[in-house]
Structures are given as structure tokens and as C-alpha cells.
């Protein structure tokens, strides 16, 4: 009898909503007009508030002023600092003028900053002064004298900035800018863990279209408030943040610069937002929080988590503690604009908890062998790849690294581990890289994260792969306990996941902290971990035989 051929991993997002063709000034103007009179950003740091009338009549001054200075299309305008209003006007007024905004990461040091300045030839810096011990103007001077490109520094609550609204109001130099919804508007640069990140060059298209099936898939309306604690600088704040909210004439909220517990809570509640946004860190850190009670979360009906993997746990304390019924996982990274996956508010709470959900609207995903490249079985693992609307253009005047990423297809390799069900549900089993070979043996760190999560004193897990003389490597578990709770030994761990985990899992080391190194996006940094582990463990030789 033939064989029955095994079905591929391959999933496509059907759609009866077409794709938007507009630019982001475009689709900005469109909901000014339709929703002039309803509130579009509260910015609770400084009280201000705009409807859309007032934002869009802001965005168009301030990409007057910015053609006063001599921008133009395809100029690179640099933004440094946390989340403010300004960043959110200056994000839609070069979109205005095809200006490419180059987003600097807040966290930045001078080394950092004076490479991406000259990497994508900034002409124009818009900065905070200074912003709590990063003495941002300071770093400026520093570095400027090596930026050959850089010709001009907006510091944010200066006089430079006020006097860059006072123009002639002459909105007719706008309508005459030619712009396409394929040219570049934006560079975001990767977080790389070694050598220097890279410039994923993100157009009108890539990140307005994922901006708003983000929103659709939320159900977003112009009644919504979205509750913004995620860092604009990335795709997170700016793309699933701003631009869902703007495509749909819903409400940004802006509940301070930059992540504080307390602060998220209380502006959810004094702005009856309705959606919240997160990494796993930032709910844990909320529902931690002492007086996390006696906040009245009653508005909330959506929200996001996503930037890093989300642990079972913690995502049914979102749903039964916050109340957020409808919350959304969102999968992707930078180069895809950046969501590829996402959970539907009609999945079940077991779909919504294990898996990252199926490929978004217009996108498709496949799981590979990353061997050959070739697709593989339902419910094999593999590296996902995924292809659409949101891949990047590429890495900004790279084009070596662009070929590393999107194969000859267009698909663009995520790097991570994944398993797609019969109905394209996709679980994330781990990063390529995050694989721990131990005596030959595969294990994936996030499965075993997973399982510590149930253990009622963590709260929070991580687990790495350390050099060993005779395995070659272990695993190691990095743990946050709840307050109060005794600290774990590894012979306490050993004993909850006896019977429980195979034995080769079951992590040998145990190292308890209060936090975890983190990117300012809330990206664990494993690399750092591990780093940190062998000097703890005193490994440094054993490292260094095993990677001669």
C-alpha cells in the first residue's frame, strides 16, 4: 500500500481584512480626521493630554520644524531617551517627512551610541538631557567630535526643541513630499550578544500593517486605552503600542518613562485603560507588588505579553488575578516588525498558555530541520522561519548579515525552536543556541523553566548550560524567590523534581537572585548569565578546554 506523505509544518494567515497601503503620516491623518474629538495620548509623567485633533496638529508642526533644519526623506534622524510624548510626536513627524528615525536604546552607553550614530549616519540627534544617572548630553559631547554625520542635537525640554514648532504652519509643504509606503522609516538595532547589534531597516508597510493586525486581533476600536509601560525605543512600545493604537483611534497611555510597577497599576486604573502591555518580568513584578490589591483593574479586558518566552504560570495569574480575560501572546522579533504569531481572544485558555499562537494575518510560518533547510513533519521540532509583509528590508548597510538571515525565499530564520500542531498552533521550545548538550543528551532550558514555575516559592526561573569536565556541559538553574519564601538548595530542587523531570534535567547547580541581567526590553541575557556562572562555579579552566 503507498505510504500516506506526512503533512508539513507550514501555516498561512488567511484574511478578508486587505493589507494597508497607506504610509504612517497617511493613515495618522485618517483617524484625525474621523476621530478628531476622542482622547489619542495621556502622558501621565507630565499630565498632558491630546485628542487627536491636538496630536495630529503637533505631529504636523514638529515635521515643519524638522524641514526647517534641512531633514528630509530618507534623512536618519536619531531618538534617545525614555518613554515620553516627545518621542511619540517625533516618531510620527519624520514618518511625515520619510525621515528615517532611528531608535537608540536608552540603556546605551557612549560606546554604544557613537557606533550606531555612525553606523547609520545620523544626521540629527533629538535627546533627553538626562534621564535618572545616564547623563545623556553629557555622552553626546563625548561622542560627537567621532560622528562625522551628526550635524545636530535636539535636547528634549530645551529651547531647541520648543523653537522647532515655531514655523510658518504651512501644511502645504507636507502634501507635496513624495513618499511610498516600501521606503525605509525606520532602524531598530538588535540586541546581539556578541560583537555589535545590527540596523533592522523596517518600512512604512512592514511595521503599519503589523502595527494594526496587532490591534484587529486585539479587537481594538476607538474605545480602547492602551496602557503602554513597554519601552518605546522597540517594536514592543512603538509598533504594537503606538501604531496599533493610532490605526484604530484608540487612546496611548504613557504611565511613566520607564517600567515601575506601582506606576502601571495606578494608571491603569485612574485612566480605565482596557489593554495592558508586558514582558513576563513586568506581570510578575505587578502581581508581586504589595499593594497590588487594592488596585481596581475592573477596565482591563485586553492585553499583550510577549518579548520573551512566557511561562504557563504566570500567564493564569494574568487571566484569573488581573482579570484580563482576552489576553493576547505575541511571538516575533525586530526584523519581522515584529509580531509573526499571536493568540486569538477565542482560543481556548490551555492554547493561550502553552503555545505562542498561529501565524498573524497575511504571514506565513514553516518549522525546518536547521541541518538541510527542509520543511518538517507536524509536530516535529525545527527552526521556525517565518515570511510576509513584516520581513525587514534588511540590515541597514549590511548587506553580508541581511543573507545570513532571509534565505533566497524571503523566509526570515528566527533562531528558535518550535513545534506547529495540526492547526497551527506553534510552541517555542527554546533558542538554537539555549540548547544545553549534556553527555549527549538535547535539553531545552525552557521545558524545565516551565515545570520550576510550579513550585508555589519561585517566582521567578531561568536555566543555563554550564561547562562540565564529563558531561561537557550542565544545566543550572538561576532563581527568584517569592518574598518571604526560604532559599532553595540544589538539593531542595533536586527533591521537587525527583520522579518528576527526567534525570538528566534536573538542574545541579542552583543560584538565587533577586534579579535577573536584563536587556531594557526584558530580554533575559543568558550570555551574561552563563558568564556570570562560570566565575561562580570556578569553571574558567574547564570553559577554556572546551572551547580550544
Given at each position: 500500500?503507498?505510504?500516506?506523505?506526512?503533512?508539513?509544518?507550514?501555516?498561512?494567515?488567511?484574511?478578508?481584512?486587505?493589507?494597508?497601503?497607506?504610509?504612517?503620516?497617511?493613515?495618522?491623518?485618517?483617524?484625525?480626521?474621523?476621530?478628531?474629538?476622542?482622547?489619542?495620548?495621556?502622558?501621565?509623567?507630565?499630565?498632558?493630554?491630546?485628542?487627536?485633533?491636538?496630536?495630529?496638529?503637533?505631529?504636523?508642526?514638529?515635521?515643519?520644524?524638522?524641514?526647517?533644519?534641512?531633514?528630509?526623506?530618507?534623512?536618519?534622524?536619531?531618538?534617545?531617551?525614555?518613554?515620553?510624548?516627545?518621542?511619540?510626536?517625533?516618531?510620527?513627524?519624520?514618518?511625515?517627512?520619510?525621515?528615517?528615525?532611528?531608535?537608540?536604546?536608552?540603556?546605551?552607553?557612549?560606546?554604544?551610541?557613537?557606533?550606531?550614530?555612525?553606523?547609520?549616519?545620523?544626521?540629527?540627534?533629538?535627546?533627553?538631557?538626562?534621564?535618572?544617572?545616564?547623563?545623556?548630553?553629557?555622552?553626546?559631547?563625548?561622542?560627537?567630535?567621532?560622528?562625522?554625520?551628526?550635524?545636530?542635537?535636539?535636547?528634549?525640554?530645551?529651547?531647541?526643541?520648543?523653537?522647532?514648532?515655531?514655523?510658518?504652519?504651512?501644511?502645504?509643504?507636507?502634501?507635496?513630499?513624495?513618499?511610498?509606503?516600501?521606503?525605509?522609516?525606520?532602524?531598530?538595532?538588535?540586541?546581539g550578544t556578541t560583537g555589535f547589534?545590527?540596523?533592522?531597516?523596517?518600512?512604512?508597510?512592514?511595521?503599519?500593517?503589523?502595527?494594526?493586525?496587532?490591534?484587529?486581533?486585539?479587537?481594538?476600536?476607538?474605545?480602547?486605552?492602551?496602557?503602554?509601560?513597554?519601552?518605546?525605543?522597540?517594536?514592543?512600545?512603538?509598533?504594537?503600542?503606538?501604531?496599533?493604537?493610532?490605526?484604530?483611534?484608540?487612546?496611548?497611555?504613557?504611565?511613566?518613562?520607564?517600567?515601575?510597577?506601582?506606576?502601571?497599576?495606578?494608571?491603569?486604573?485612574?485612566?480605565?485603560?482596557?489593554?495592558?502591555?508586558?514582558?513576563?518580568?513586568?506581570?510578575?513584578?505587578?502581581?508581586?507588588?504589595?499593594?497590588?490589591?487594592?488596585?481596581?483593574?475592573?477596565?482591563?479586558?485586553?492585553?499583550?505579553?510577549?518579548?520573551?518566552?512566557?511561562?504557563?504560570?504566570?500567564?493564569?495569574?494574568?487571566?484569573?488575578?488581573?482579570?484580563?480575560?482576552?489576553?493576547?501572546?505575541?511571538?516575533?522579533?525586530?526584523?519581522?516588525?515584529?509580531?509573526?504569531?499571536?493568540?486569538?481572544?477565542?482560543?481556548?485558555?490551555?492554547?493561550?498558555?502553552?503555545?505562542?499562537?498561529?501565524?498573524?494575518?497575511?504571514?506565513?510560518?514553516?518549522?525546518?530541520?536547521?541541518?538541510?533547510?527542509?520543511?518538517?513533519?507536524?509536530?516535529?521540532?525545527?527552526?521556525?522561519?517565518?515570511?510576509?509583509?513584516?520581513?525587514?528590508?534588511?540590515?541597514?548597510?549590511?548587506?553580508?548579515?541581511?543573507?545570513?538571515?532571509?534565505?533566497?525565499?524571503?523566509?526570515?530564520?528566527?533562531?528558535?525552536?518550535?513545534?506547529?500542531?495540526?492547526?497551527?498552533?506553534?510552541?517555542?521550545?527554546?533558542?538554537?543556541?539555549?540548547?544545553?548538550?549534556?553527555?549527549?543528551?538535547?535539553?531545552?532550558?525552557?521545558?524545565?523553566?516551565?515545570?520550576?514555575?510550579?513550585?508555589?516559592?519561585?517566582?521567578?526561573?531561568?536555566?543555563?548550560?554550564?561547562?562540565d569536565p564529563k558531561y561537557g556541559?550542565?544545566?543550572?538553574?538561576?532563581?527568584?524567590?517569592?518574598?518571604?519564601?526560604?532559599?532553595?538548595?540544589?538539593?531542595?530542587?533536586?527533591?521537587?523534581?525527583?520522579?518528576?523531570?527526567?534525570?538528566?534535567?534536573?538542574?545541579?547547580?542552583?543560584?538565587?537572585?533577586?534579579?535577573?541581567?536584563?536587556?531594557?526590553?526584558?530580554?533575559?541575557?543568558?550570555?551574561?548569565?552563563?558568564?556570570?556562572?562560570?566565575?561562580?562555579?570556578?569553571?574558567?579552566?574547564?570553559?577554556?578546554?572546551?572551547?580550544?
Amino acid at each position: 500500500m503507498p505510504v500516506e506523505p506526512a503533512v508539513p509544518s507550514y501555516s498561512s494567515g488567511i484574511s478578508n481584512v486587505p493589507l494597508l497601503g497607506d504610509t504612517i503620516g497617511a493613515n495618522l491623518d485618517r483617524t484625525v480626521r474621523t476621530f478628531g474629538g476622542r482622547d489619542a495620548l495621556v502622558d501621565r509623567t507630565t499630565g498632558g493630554r491630546w485628542t487627536y485633533a491636538e496630536l495630529g496638529a503637533d505631529v504636523d508642526a514638529l515635521a515643519l520644524g524638522l524641514l526647517d533644519l534641512g531633514i528630509g526623506n530618507g534623512d536618519r534622524v536619531g531618538i534617545w531617551a525614555p518613554n515620553c510624548a516627545e518621542w511619540m510626536l517625533t516618531q510620527y513627524a519624520t514618518a511625515k517627512i520619510g525621515a528615517i528615525l532611528v531608535t537608540i536604546n536608552p540603556a546605551y552607553r557612549s560606546h554604544e551610541l557613537e557606533y550606531v550614530l555612525n553606523q547609520a549616519g545620523v544626521r540629527l540627534l533629538v535627546a533627553a538631557e538626562t534621564f535618572k544617572t545616564s547623563d545623556y548630553s553629557g555622552m553626546i559631547a563625548d561622542v560627537r567630535p567621532r560622528c562625522p554625520a551628526l550635524e545636530q542635537v535636539v535636547l528634549l525640554g530645551g529651547e531647541d526643541w520648543n523653537s522647532l514648532r515655531r514655523n510658518d504652519g504651512d501644511l502645504a509643504r507636507l502634501a507635496v513630499i513624495d513618499l511610498s509606503a516600501d521606503d525605509p522609516i525606520n532602524i531598530q538595532y538588535t540586541s546581539g550578544t556578541t560583537g555589535f547589534p545590527k540596523g533592522a531597516t523596517l518600512s512604512h508597510h512592514n511595521i503599519l500593517n503589523n502595527g494594526f493586525f496587532v490591534g484587529e486581533l486585539c479587537d481594538y476600536t476607538e474605545a480602547d486605552r492602551i496602557c503602554v509601560p513597554v519601552p518605546f525605543y522597540h517594536c514592543f512600545g512603538m509598533v504594537m503600542g503606538n501604531l496599533a493604537a493610532t490605526s484604530h483611534g484608540a487612546c496611548v497611555v504613557i504611565p511613566g518613562p520607564s517600567f515601575e510597577p506601582k506606576a502601571t497599576l495606578a494608571a491603569v486604573q485612574a485612566e480605565r485603560c482596557t489593554s495592558l502591555y508586558g514582558v513576563p518580568t513586568m506581570f510578575i513584578a505587578e502581581l508581586a507588588d504589595p499593594d497590588f490589591e487594592s488596585f481596581d483593574l475592573s477596565s482591563l479586558r485586553s492585553g499583550i505579553m510577549a518579548g520573551s518566552p512566557c511561562p504557563v504560570e504566570v500567564m493564569k495569574q494574568v487571566i484569573e488575578r488581573m482579570g484580563i480575560a482576552e489576553v493576547s501572546i505575541c511571538y516575533g522579533m525586530t526584523e519581522t516588525s515584529p509580531v509573526s504569531m499571536q493568540t486569538r481572544a477565542d482560543d481556548s485558555i490551555e492554547r493561550r498558555v502553552s503555545t505562542v499562537g498561529r501565524v498573524g494575518p497575511h504571514l506565513e510560518g514553516k518549522i525546518v530541520a536547521p541541518e538541510t533547510g527542509l520543511t518538517v513533519p507536524l509536530g516535529t521540532p525545527g527552526e521556525l522561519c517565518t515570511r510576509g509583509y513584516s520581513v525587514m528590508l534588511g540590515y541597514w548597510d549590511q548587506p553580508d548579515k541581511t543573507a545570513e538571515a532571509i534565505d533566497a525565499a524571503r523566509w526570515m530564520h528566527t533562531g528558535d525552536l518550535a513545534v506547529m500542531d495540526e492547526d497551527g498552533y506553534v510552541t517555542i521550545t527554546g533558542r538554537i543556541k539555549d540548547m544545553v548538550i549534556r553527555g549527549g543528551e538535547n535539553i531545552y532550558p525552557r521545558e524545565i523553566e516551565e515545570f520550576l514555575y510550579t513550585h508555589p516559592d519561585i517566582l521567578d526561573a531561568q536555566v543555563i548550560g554550564v561547562p562540565d569536565p564529563k558531561y561537557g556541559e550542565e544545566t543550572m538553574a538561576w532563581i527568584r524567590m517569592r518574598d518571604g519564601a526560604t532559599p532553595l538548595t540544589a538539593r531542595d530542587l533536586r527533591e521537587f523534581c525527583a520522579g518528576k523531570l527526567a534525570h538528566y534535567k534536573i538542574p545541579r547547580y542552583v543560584h538565587i537572585v533577586d534579579q535577573f541581567p536584563m536587556t531594557v526590553t526584558g530580554k533575559i541575557r543568558k550570555v551574561q548569565m552563563r558568564e556570570d556562572a562560570i566565575s561562580l562555579l570556578s569553571l574558567h579552566d574547564i570553559a577554556k578546554s572546551r572551547h580550544a
